[in-house]
């Protein structure tokens, strides 16, 4: 039989800003407001469209989201901005994607009972990187003290189940030893905030996770990764044209699509039966049945479509404590909204206990990991 492999620590953090929809609606109104003002003309003449105001009403009952944490704060809420303001720092500093990647991976290597110089691996997963290079994994693995490679990865936000199905995979075959997964997502800066159906959607945040043989287990609880499963399905419906391409096209470069677009009601339509299928489907690779399993650590993009996968899967409806929601806190982290989900509520576990973790978005991308308390 091959080696056991576990999750021994994972952490989670967060920047020092939060935004209530209250206060988002309020700035967003603003712009909405002053843009209408000033193209009063256009507007008359039908040149320019009319923007509409967003409510703090909408966004909770659409989505699940009451707040979410982000870099910078002033300028979300600037009509005359609308975008985080994030100053470019010295290439001898460490940059903000890898700060807040450092955070959760010291918490993770804590509760593993680890040190920087225990890691062999750090692969650093993410729906944006914050330069093509030398990679933010490289700059979080000397800022650790760590040893061996690292690399960076995107999935958007199956990056940080895919991460954690690509450690073990290195840990189980002996490329790694003890591996560093982390997810820092700062999805502030690829957000249009100027745009109504969008701009209440993302959070900024970050999740890590030890990898490791769970022999060698130094933590007291650590997750014994029973399998872990991923899929992609290609789809336009959520996109991102941004690019290093960009400039070579200034006619096109600033348009919208080079941030964040969806087709949500699609996506949503799209994505409930693909992931519940997904997740029946490798719950019964394991021979597992609903009654089997304790808790499911979902992707957190929508509260009413976790509830319909969670349905799906179980056959009834879940409890928040079988599928927790951090959405009303975090907002939208993409790949690392469902590792804090699983951060912030595995604890109350007994040892013996099943969970599944799985995250599904752009791509479409969906990974799950099947974890059993040791
Ligand atoms: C994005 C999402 C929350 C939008 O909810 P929705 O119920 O589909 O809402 P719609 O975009 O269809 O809009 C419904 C109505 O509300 C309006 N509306 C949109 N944004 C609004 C806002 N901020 N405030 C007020 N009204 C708003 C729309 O204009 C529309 O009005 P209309 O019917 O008069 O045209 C939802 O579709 C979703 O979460 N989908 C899944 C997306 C996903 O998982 N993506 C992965 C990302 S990583």
Same mark, same amino acid.
């Given at each position: 039989m091959g080696k056991k492999i576990a999750i021994t620590g994972s952490g989670i953090s967060t920047p020092e800003f939060t935004i209530t929809n209250e206060e988002l609606v309020e700035g967003f109104n603003r712009y909405v407001q002053h843009f209408n003002r000033e193209n009063a003309a256009a507007i008359a003449s039908g040149e320019v469209t009319e923007l509409r105001e967003s409510t703090a009403e909408f966004i909770e009952k659409a989505s699940g989201i009451k707040q979410r944490f982000v870099c910078n704060k002033s300028g979300i809420l600037d009509p005359e901005i609308m975008r985080p303001v994030i100053p470019q720092r010295p290439n001898e500093e460490l940059c903000i994607q890898a700060e807040l990647a450092v955070n959760a991976c010291k918490m993770a290597l804590e509760q593993a009972g680890r040190?920087?110089?225990?890691?062999d691996l750090v692969i650093l997963a993410?729906? /944006?990187?914050?330069? !093509?290079? !030398?990679t933010v994994a490289m700059e979080v693995q000397d800022a650790l003290g760590a040893r061996g490679f690292a690399y960076d990865m995107n999935v958007a936000c199956s990056s940080g189940t895919y991460a954690i199905q690509a450690a073990a995979d290195a840990v189980r075959a002996g490329s790694a030893t003890c591996a560093l997964v982390v997810v820092p997502e700062i999805m502030s800066g690829h957000l /249009?905030?100027?745009d109504r159906d969008t701009h209440f959607i993302f959070g900024d945040g970050c999740a890590a996770v030890v990898v490791e043989v769970l022999e060698e287990a130094k933590s007291d609880h650590p997750w014994e990764i029973l399998s872990t499963k991923a899929l992609a399905r290609y789809s336009h419906n959520i996109r991102n044209n941004g690019g290093y391409l960009g400039r070579c096209d200034p006619e096109h470069r600033d348009e919208a699509d080079k941030l964040f677009v969806q087709q949500g009601r699609k996506v949503f339509k799209d994505i409930v039966p693909l992931a519940a299928n997904f997740i029946k489907d490798h719950m019964a690779s394991q021979d597992l049945t609903p009654e089997n399993v304790s808790r499911y650590w979902l992707h957190q993009a929508n509260a009413s479509m976790n509830r319909l996968i969670a349905k799906r899967v179980v056959g009834r409806d879940t409890t928040p404590d079988e599928a927790p929601t951090i959405l009303d806190v975090y907002a939208n982290t993409a790949g690392a909204g469902s590792m804090i989900a699983f951060h912030l509520h595995n604890e109350d576990l007994a040892p013996g206990s099943t969970g599944v973790l799985c995250s599904f978005g752009a791509g479409y991308s969906i990974g799950s990991v099947i974890l059993r308390k040791v």
């Open positions: 040190v920087g110089e225990d890691i993410s729906s /944006n990187l914050q330069r !093509p290079y !030398p /249009n905030w100027t």
